[in-house]
């Protein structure tokens, strides 16, 4: 089943990448706000839902649906899939190509496969969990990593995000201006699951934020952990909203450890 899963995921991710690419001229023309001021989304977020929640429903009306900007659809087997149509919309607002779908689908609770499209260079992740993750078909793996290996904290490229409300990008302010004297560097690319998907890929050591959505983290989670990096919360915690810490074996628990030592899943 999760090679069907796979083949309707590419398809989606591809056909409403191609939907949002080519309304990226107009995207400003239709903008309004979520939780704050600056949590944008557009026409085209809302367009591209509702193309992906549609043909899922069409090829398999039993499924559950969660999208990030149409809620929630009970399903009434055992599959659910998440939706992020447009991860990423700042730097799709305006016109930066880090912006990608993800669209992931559980099966019993348990991710399985997951697809993240970055339809402004056309470059396609992919995951089945158990067999592996690749980028455009070639294979991803912790030997086979973009970057230099990196065992060292103080080597480490790391990328992380914020959220949107004033408070807690003021605390996660905090915790990354301690981390960057202590790292190779930070980069924040705007879209959790194209940090991860860099993660798994190595063009970054290591990424790490706290609340992600669960579509934020679906596909991209997926994807680095089959591409045999630890994709964790802290202290025992699953990743998910509260931190989402993600790294090849030799790298995570410097980072883990630092994290717990900055109390980064507490405050705000
Ligand atoms: C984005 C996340 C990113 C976070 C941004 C934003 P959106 O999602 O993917 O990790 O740092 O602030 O929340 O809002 O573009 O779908």
């Not at 899963?5 to 939907?19: E, F, P, T």
């Not at 939706?83 to 609770?109: F, K, M, R, W």
């Not at 930070?186 to 790490?208: K, M, P, Q």
């Not at 989402?244 to 900055?262: E, F, I, S």
Request: hydrophobic share 45%; aromatic share 4%.
């Amino acid at each position: 089943m999760t090679d069907a899963l796979l083949v309707l995921a590419i398809d989606l991710v591809r056909r409403a990448g191609a939907l949002i690419l080519a309304g990226r001229g107009s995207a400003a023309d239709d903008v309004t706000t979520k939780t704050s001021p600056t949590d944008v989304v557009t026409a085209m977020d809302r367009a591209a839902e509702r193309l992906v929640v549609d043909a899922l429903h069409a090829a398999r009306p039993g499924d559950g649906v969660l999208g990030e900007e149409g809620g929630e659809t009970q399903g009434s087997g055992g599959v659910r899939w998440l939706i992020d149509p447009i991860d990423g919309t700042v730097n799709y607002l305006y016109g930066l190509p880090a912006y990608a779908v993800s669209l992931a689908a559980e099966v019993d609770g348990v991710m399985a496969v997951g697809a993240v499209y970055n339809p402004a260079i056309d470059e396609l992740w992919t995951a089945v969990r158990g067999e592996g993750a690749w980028l455009d078909g070639r294979r991803l793996g912790v030997d086979r990593r973009s970057g230099p290996e990196v065992a060292s904290l103080d080597q480490a490229l790391v990328a992380t995000g914020f959220g949107y409300g004033a408070t807690r990008r003021r605390s996660q302010a905090a915790v990354v201006a301690t981390l960057l004297p202590e790292v190779r560097d930070i980069r924040r690319f705007g879209a959790a699951s194209l940090d991860l998907c860099s993660a798994a890929t190595g063009r970054v050591d290591a990424y790490f934020e706290r609340g992600l959505e669960p579509w934020d983290l679906a596909a991209g989670g997926l994807i680095a952990s089959e591409a045999g990096l630890l994709v964790t919360g802290l202290s025992g915690a699953p990743a998910g909203g509260e931190m989402v810490v993600a790294a090849p074996p030799a790298l995570h628990a410097a980072l883990h450890d630092r994290l717990v030592a900055l109390a980064a899943d507490a405050g705000p």
